[in-house]
């Protein structure tokens, strides 16, 4: 894709499935990656060995490229930490271009029961985190004055309500004015920000269906495509929306979801036949 060799990229949780297949197809075009990892023991049940191995992989793949790519380290919850992140991102790769805001968690329970705690959880990481992770790279774009890009990775949830789920819903609803706000806010200042919004996608983060024959089965069912998403198909939106060839669009989601979104209940007439 146009205008991405020699490109600097930041992409947060590029450890594992989305935001690792997005470290791998920016380097596949020629762009220089830092993967942002959070290492933390703590953070939602992946060990140390796992997130290493995503490292290695990771860098294994992009190595194969020829191109720069540094490991950065920050939880996405802490300013000074994200701060700290993109000035790293400089320092090492000479400039940041274009920022991925990927990281994201979920927490599931009946809304009236989950721990407020836990609502907080998810608001830090996928909301708050983009707002400091976008609000760091505008800071380094306006200093420049040079042209910048973000990408937030939202979800077919950013519109479609998700019941127990209800601080991953609210997080990607707020993600959609997240992004609208900034594009317009910058748009003439040369920084373009958009999203994706994936539909069901084999990563870990749905390891609760994708293991599952029966349960997968059942989320495929409700795709009209009749198949999830793998994460190198949103790698490919990611890099499409960050390059040239979408320099006219800002402010926009695209939604990458096998039709997820289109209501898949009205396939056939129900309501009005
Ligand atoms: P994943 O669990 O593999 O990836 C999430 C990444 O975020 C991990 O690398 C994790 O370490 C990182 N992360 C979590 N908390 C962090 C923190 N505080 N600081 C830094 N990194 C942190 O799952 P995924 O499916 O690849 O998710 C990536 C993004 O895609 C998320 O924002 C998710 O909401 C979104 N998404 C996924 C799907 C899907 O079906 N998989 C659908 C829609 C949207």
């Known amino acids: 894709m146009q205008g991405l060799t020699d490109k600097n990229v930041l992409v947060t949780g590029g450890t594992s499935g989305i935001g690792q297949a997005i470290a791998v197809r920016f380097a596949a075009e020629g762009a220089h990656v830092a993967i942002n990892y959070r290492t933390d023991i703590e953070d939602a049940g992946q060990t140390d060995e796992m ?3 995503a490292i290695e992989e990771c860098r294994n793949q992009i ?9 950065v ?6 300013q000074d930490q994200v701060e700290r992140m993109v000035q790293d991102v400089i320092d ?3 400039d940041l271009d274009i920022l991925v805001n990927n990281a994201g968690i979920q927490i599931s329970g009946s809304s009236h029961e989950i721990e407020v705690d836990d609502f907080d959880k998810v608001i830090a990481v996928n909301l708050r985190g983009a707002y400091i992770g976008a609000r760091a790279a505008i800071q380094h774009f306006l200093a420049e004055e040079k042209p910048g890009v973000i990408i937030n990775v939202s979800s077919v949830h950013q519109i479609i309500p998700k019941p127990r789920f209800v601080g991953y819903s609210v997080s990607k ?3 959609q004015n997240l992004t609208r706000t900034l594009a317009l806010e910058y748009a003439g200042r040369n920084i373009r920000v958009n999203a994706i919004g994936p539909g069901a996608t084999i990563t ?7 293991d599952d024959p029966e349960k997968k089965e ?3 069912q409700h795709i009209p495509m009749g198949r999830p998403g793998t994460s190198e198909e949103m790698a490919a939106t990611t890099a499409f929306l960050a390059s040239d060839e979408a320099a006219y669009i800002t402010g926009q989601t695209l939604y990458v979801d096998g039709g997820l979104t289109l209501y898949p209940d009205f396939r056939e007439a129900w309501s009005s036949e």
């Open 51 to 53: 997130v290493h191995e």
């Open 63 to 71: 190595a194969r490229h020829g191109v720069d790519h540094i490991l």
């Open 73 to 78: 380290q920050a939880d996405v919850t802490k």
């Open 92 to 94: 090492r790769l000479g």
């Open 173 to 175: 609803g707020g993600m």
């Open 204 to 210: 870990p983060i749905n390891r609760a269906w994708v």
């Open 218 to 220: 059942d989320v495929e």
